[in-house]
């Protein structure tokens, strides 16, 4: 494109960044006028959204996302400064201090722009199209993204985090350029729209979901495994969720070692490190290095759900004490200090405290040593704590090594190490709790609430604690009584009493979810209505016929109509509703679920296959889809059965448990005609020695002239300690049920499904 020439000048020449003779009388009367009684960034005060209020104060005259902004920019010709940040996002804050609150800066972008500033918290739409837009031209992203746009809306030069000076630079160059050679710029604007356009409208040939495309798909991911301390690629190093939710599939479905070794690798590290907030619970957003030691501090509402349920789904798997503990923590600290106070969830704590980033969270060591008195050798040594520090002269605090490690090199057992080491955050919590407060950003936002909800329910369950489920219910209760979740004028956010923007298609599936999620923990039909209500509207509003997938809004907010593939800091819209299809296909009798997922699984496949790693969410949904879901706890028979596994804590026997909806039945171990499908349980294709059924009931129903060998309503199959096959070596613990479910009308499909049964006793 011929506007990169426009970036070797900027980054080549030295020039003074003063405004030139003649962009100062472009501004009107009227904005000097306003100038003179007000900030320039008036416009953004009544806005919803802490971020943009933020930036209220700055001479730059922003605008918010809008037509007012639209208009000006085509009525006096000028580009379109665009910027894209959330509020506790560090680089966005420096830049602020740097150029938005610059007098000299803030006149130059007055004169020559239009300026507009998004929050991407709450614009997904925006971010995501000018996110592209940037990895395309400057072939990196992140965030501030500052992107300068034609009039149209269309972009033509970005990038993200620059000094002041060199910024003055860019915006100066942009503006001659433009005055210069508008008409070439127009036409790169052009051509990057047209191929963001054709990436929003790409088609790939459907891939056939076989063994070896998964197995692909694993070995594409694991070749950017850190083997030493886990997570993919190097430093800075950001959990990756959506790639551990896929490796717990692959080794909970095909006992996969390796990618059983990783995530469990990858939340051993992450557990231990810096990036856990072991003294106030939670995890920040990444790590600068590649151990996990030193964090980037803010800490996400998101990141807070997706590991808190990865480290739920962990204990499951293992039932290590570890995984609990840090997923109780996590969820504690967001019902104690992520809660607002109509029962909704805020988006974010900041990352830095008067100007400087981290030092809420970090620890000189004469500040640690007073904190514990007596204690403080021994917590020096368990938390890697010493005068030099892990960061800038100071401490970041991590355990070492393993709790079992440690607590044998100090003669304790593990449960008196875990005693004394709680002890020792407790005296840090009273410490830390005396320091300025972090700016919390009390936004609710519609898909990431639903994603803590979403967790909330399924820890509820695992963990048998009402308190997460009554959070969960309430939050849900804030999204449909507030943002009118499960209807068509559903809100994206709520802020200050304030509820506004069009929800995306991400958040209509979230809201399905997290739905179902509450069905599953409750057996409450209202919230199965609600996830089948989403559904719907994703459907009728979002999807795109030609290609089986969903755009993310349902008009076009800007030059583009986009859509969601790749996961972002939830998994990709589109994965999202693939999820929701899929699960309400087993819960729900309307066959349209299972046709919407076909063709949302065929538009995705091909995609998914190129780019593993960026789209590891769509590929957990379309193995779920193609190979039904593996749980402790699922649904079969179009939701008239419902099943859930548990060993118990007296004896570890290990219980399957059955609930058939009442007008439905299946067919007992021993049926009585040949022809019929039994009900069995095997492990590893067999029958583990000792499992035992219950008596059935003998029936005769109108479409059989003989009576039938039947279970109705609770059904219990039992498996004594020890089980073959059960609970053997490093292997998960997996049963195949196998079925059909029939009415006195109908029988269903027969079904295979794979349980987990949950490592850790419970009565």
């Avoid at 009554?470 to 709520?494: D, F, I, P, Q, V």
Wanted: one cysteine or more.
């Amino acid at each position: 494109m011929r506007f990169l020439l426009l970036i070797v000048l900027v980054m080549a020449i030295a020039a003074s960044a003063a405004v030139q003779p003649g962009w100062a009388q472009q501004t009107t009367a009227a904005t000097a006028a306003v100038q003179s009684q007000r900030p320039g960034g008036y416009r953004l005060a009544a806005e919803a959204s802490p971020y943009l209020r933020q930036h209220a104060g700055n001479p730059v005259e922003w605008f918010p996302w809008g037509e007012e902004a639209f208009a000006r920019a085509r009525k006096e010709n000028k580009p379109i400064f665009l910027s894209v940040g959330y509020s506790t996002c560090y680089w966005c804050h420096v830049m602020k201090r740097e150029s938005f609150e610059n007098e000299a800066v803030a006149k130059l972008l007055n004169a020559t722009v239009i300026a507009i500033k998004v929050d991407r918290e709450r614009r997904p739409d925006v971010d995501a199209t000018y996110m592209l837009a940037t990895e395309l031209i400057a072939q990196s992203g992140g965030w501030p993204n500052s992107v300068f746009l034609t009039p149209e809306l269309k972009p033509f030069f970005a990038l993200t985090y620059a000094p002041a000076e060199q910024f003055s630079e860019i915006v100066g160059r942009v503006a001659s350029t433009w005055r210069s050679e508008e008409a070439a710029l127009r036409a790169d604007a052009d051509r990057v729209a047209g191929l963001i356009g054709r990436i929003n409208k790409r088609k790939q040939t459907a891939v056939e979901i076989t063994p070896q495309f998964m197995t692909r798909a694993t070995l594409a991911i694991l070749s950017g495994f850190d083997v030493f301390h886990g997570g993919i690629g190097t430093a800075p190093k950001f959990p990756r969720e959506h790639v551990l939710a896929y490796l717990y599939m692959r080794a909970v479905r095909s006992g996969d070692p390796l990618a059983r070794e990783a995530f469990e690798l990858t939340l051993d590290n992450i557990v231990r490190g810096g990036i856990h907030d072991h003294v106030g619970g939670g995890f920040h957003r990444y790590a600068v290095d590649n151990d996990w030691a030193v964090p980037h501090f803010e800490k996400m509402l998101y990141n807070q759900a997706l590991i808190g349920r990865l480290l739920v789904k962990a204990y499951e798997l293992t039932g290590k004490r570890q995984y609990a503990d840090a997923a109780r923590s996590a969820l504690d600290f967001v019902l104690s200090d992520m809660t607002t106070a109509e029962g909704g969830f805020a988006s974010a704590f900041d990352a830095e405290t008067d100007g400087k980033e981290g030092i809420y969270y970090l620890w000189s060591k004469a500040d640690f040593d007073a904190a514990l008195g007596g204690e403080a050798e021994f917590a020096a040594k368990v938390l890697g704590v010493s005068e030099k520090g892990n960061h800038e002269g100071v401490n970041t605090l991590r355990l070492i090594a393993p709790v079992a490690e440690m607590a044998a090199a100090s003669g304790l057992d593990v449960a008196g190490f875990n005693d004394r080491l709680e002890g020792i955050f407790g005296k840090l919590r009273e410490a830390r709790v005396k320091r300025p407060k972090l700016l919390r950003d009390d936004k609710v936002i519609a898909d990431w609430n639903a994603a803590m909800i979403l967790t909330l329910a399924e820890a509820s369950a695992v963990f048998d604690e009402p308190r997460y489920l009554a959070a969960a219910e309430t939050a849900m209760g804030l999204l449909t009584g507030k943002l009118g979740a499960g209807t068509a004028a559903m809100k994206r956010s709520h802020f200050e009493q304030v509820t506004g923007l069009e929800a995306t298609q991400a958040d209509h599936a979230g809201v399905g979810l997290a739905a179902l999620a509450l069905h599953d923990a409750t057996g409450e039909k209202r919230w199965l209505e609600l996830a089948s209500g989403s559904a719907k509207v994703l459907i009728e509003r979002f999807a795109d016929a030609a290609t089986g997938d969903f755009y993310l809004t349902a008009e076009a907010t800007s030059f583009v109509r986009s859509k969601q593939y790749d996961d972002g800091d939830l998994s990709g819209g589109n994965a999202a509703a693939l999820e929701l299809f899929t699960k309400l296909s087993r819960r729900d009798p309307d066959p349209g679920w299972n046709h919407a997922a076909d063709a949302l699984s065929a538009a995705l496949s091909g995609l998914a296959q190129r780019t593993p790693v960026a789209m590891a969410g769509s590929l957990v949904a379309i193995d779920n889809h193609a190979n039904g879901d593996v749980a402790s706890r699922l649904w079969l028979g179009k939701g008239a059965v419902r099943v859930a596994a548990r060993r118990d804590s007296a004896n570890r026997t290990v219980r399957v448990e059955l609930d058939l909806a009442p007008g439905w039945h299946i067919n007992s171990r021993t049926p009585s005609e040949e022809f019929l499908v039994p009900t069995i349980l095997t492990a590893d294709g067999r029958e583990p020695a000792g499992i035992t059924y219950p008596q059935a009931m003998t029936r005769k129903l109108g479409f059989h002239d003989t009576a039938l060998q039947l279970y109705e309503g609770r059904v219990t199959i039992e498996l004594p300690p020890p089980a073959a096959g059960v609970g053997s070596g490093d292997a998960p613990d997996r049963l195949t049920l196998s079925l059909q479910a029939c009415s006195d009308s109908i029988c269903l499909q027969p079904e295979t499904a794979e349980i987990i049964v949950p490592a850790h006793p419970r009565d």
